[in-house]
C-alpha cells in the first residue's frame, strides 16, 4: 500500500461516504452517522474499525491514521455531557487530531458494502431480497446456497470464512434458504417464516431468539457481533483505496462476542 499522491480533503471524503453509504436513507438511526468528530482538514491514511474506543485511537494515532471510519460509533441519541469514558475517547481522538466517521445501520444494509450482503458473498449464497425489518427498515438480506446441505458443512463454511467458532441450534433442516442479520440482529427470526428461510445466521447470541426458532423449526446460528461486523468496513477500506489510492489500514480489535 502507498501513501496518497495527491492530498485529500475531509470535506471531499466526508461528502463521498456519506452519498456512497446512503446516509438518508436512515434517519431514525440511533447512531448519528457521519462525521462525529472533525480532525485535521487533510486526510493522508485511514484506518477501519468496528468500534469506538480507546485501544482502537491509540492504535490509529501509533500508526499516523488521521481518519477512522467504525461501525459502532461514540455518539448515539446525541450529546448531553462530555466526561468519564466519552471523554477520554474523544480527548485520544482530539489530541491526535482524528477525524471518526461512523456508519451503524446503512452499513448492515448497504446492498454492495453492507455486513450482510458481504455475508451472503463470503459464504457463497446467491442474494434473493432484504430480510429482517429494524426500526421499519429491512437491513438484512436472504438467499440461497448453490446446494442443499447439512448444517454442519454449511457450519463448517461459515467458520472457516469468518475465522469464527459459531454457537448453532439444528431444528432438523437442511440448509438452502439462509437469512442473515449481523450484529445483534436476532430479532430478525420473525420473518424467517414469511420468507421460507430454514436457516438463520446472526452475530450475538439471543435466549429469546431460541424458543421461535425452535417453534419454526429455523436453524440457529451465531456467528458472533464483532466477527459479523467486521465485513462492511473492511469493504469500504477497499472502496476508498481504490477510489482515492489512499492507504487504509483494518485495525483489528476483537471481543469474542
Ligand atoms: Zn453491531
Not at 454442519?152 to 440448509?175: I, Q
Request: with cysteine; charged share 20%; aromatic share 10%.
Amino acid at each position: 500500500m502507498t501513501r496518497s499522491a495527491n492530498p485529500l480533503s475531509l470535506e471531499r471524503l466526508v461528502s463521498f461516504l456519506d452519498t456512497e453509504l446512503a446516509l438518508p436513507e436512515f434517519p431514525h438511526d440511533e447512531s448519528s452517522n457521519g462525521l462525529q468528530v472533525e480532525g485535521g482538514a487533510i486526510v493522508r491514511k485511514i484506518g477501519v474499525a468496528v468500534d469506538a474506543c480507546e485501544f482502537v485511537f491509540e492504535k490509529a494515532s501509533a500508526a499516523n491514521i488521521d481518519f477512522v471510519l467504525v461501525h459502532h460509533g461514540l455518539i448515539w441519541g446525541g450529546i448531553k455531557s462530555v466526561g468519564g469514558i466519552l471523554k477520554k475517547r474523544m480527548k485520544a481522538l482530539l489530541g491526535a487530531d482524528i477525524s471518526l466517521y461512523a456508519c451503524h445501520l446503512p452499513l448492515d444494509w448497504h446492498p454492495v458494502y453492507g455486513n450482510n450482503a458481504q455475508l451472503l458473498k463470503l459464504l457463497s449464497i446467491r442474494k434473493v431480497g432484504e430480510f429482517g425489518e429494524y426500526h421499519g427498515k429491512r437491513i438484512g438480506y436472504w438467499g440461497r446456497t448453490s446446494r442443499e446441505m447439512s448444517l454442519k458443512d454449511f457450519l463448517s463454511r461459515v467458520d472457516s470464512a469468518l475465522k469464527t467458532k459459531s454457537f448453532s441450534m439444528d431444528f432438523g433442516n437442511k440448509v438452502k434458504n439462509v437469512g442473515v442479520v449481523s450484529g445483534g440482529g436476532w430479532s430478525a427470526i420473525h420473518d424467517a417464516e414469511k420468507y421460507g428461510i430454514d436457516t438463520f445466521l446472526t452475530g450475538e447470541p439471543s435466549h429469546s431468539a431460541y424458543v421461535l426458532a425452535e417453534e419454526m423449526r429455523v436453524n440457529l446460528i451465531f456467528s458472533g457481533h464483532y466477527s459479523t461486523e467486521t465485513l462492511g468496513v473492511k469493504a469500504v477500506g477497499a472502496l476508498l483505496q481504490k477510489k482515492f489510492g489512499i492507504e487504509v489500514e483494518f485495525i483489528d480489535h476483537p471481543t469474542g462476542l
